[in-house]
């Protein structure tokens, strides 16, 4: 099984920029859609971004588009979520998690099998 650490959080004012990391070990990450979800306190997880095995297919939720780009570097077993004009509203804990369906990129939490702990984004207004 695949093992995911999440880093690049932090503290950052409205309109600035952030780069999340997810490293990945224990098994290759071509072999898995990666997906980012977010959750703010008080309120249910989300998809944010997804990506195929070979990078060629993505999603973005709408609350994202334009702002977030999601790729890979299967080389070094990282996915990366570039975050651009950050919003208060983009203030959550964010995961990323691995999926082996072997299906297109899913927005469902419920089709990822592995997750990190996750990283604390907190955007100041």
């Known amino acids: 099984q695949v093992q995911l650490v999440e880093s690049g959080g932090g503290l950052v004012q409205a309109g600035d920029s952030l780069r999340l990391s997810c490293a990945a070990s224990?098994?290759?990450?071509?072999?898995?859609?990666i997906g980012w979800f977010r959750q703010a306190p008080g309120k249910e997880r989300e998809f944010v971004s997804a990506i195929s095995p070979g990078g060629g297919r993505t999603i973005d939720a709408d609350s994202v588009k334009g702002r977030f780009t999601i790729s890979r570097d299967n080389a070094k077993n990282t996915v990366y979520l570039q975050m651009n004009s950050l919003k208060p509203e983009d203030t959550a804990v964010y995961y990323c998690?691995?999926?082996?369906?072997?299906?297109?990129?899913?927005?469902?939490?419920?089709?990822?099998?592995?997750w990190g702990q996750g990283t604390q984004v907190t955007v100041s207004s």
């Open positions: 998690a691995a999926d082996s369906g072997w299906r297109n990129p899913s927005t469902k939490a419920n089709d990822y099998k592995f």
């Open positions: 224990g098994r290759p990450l071509t072999y898995y859609s």
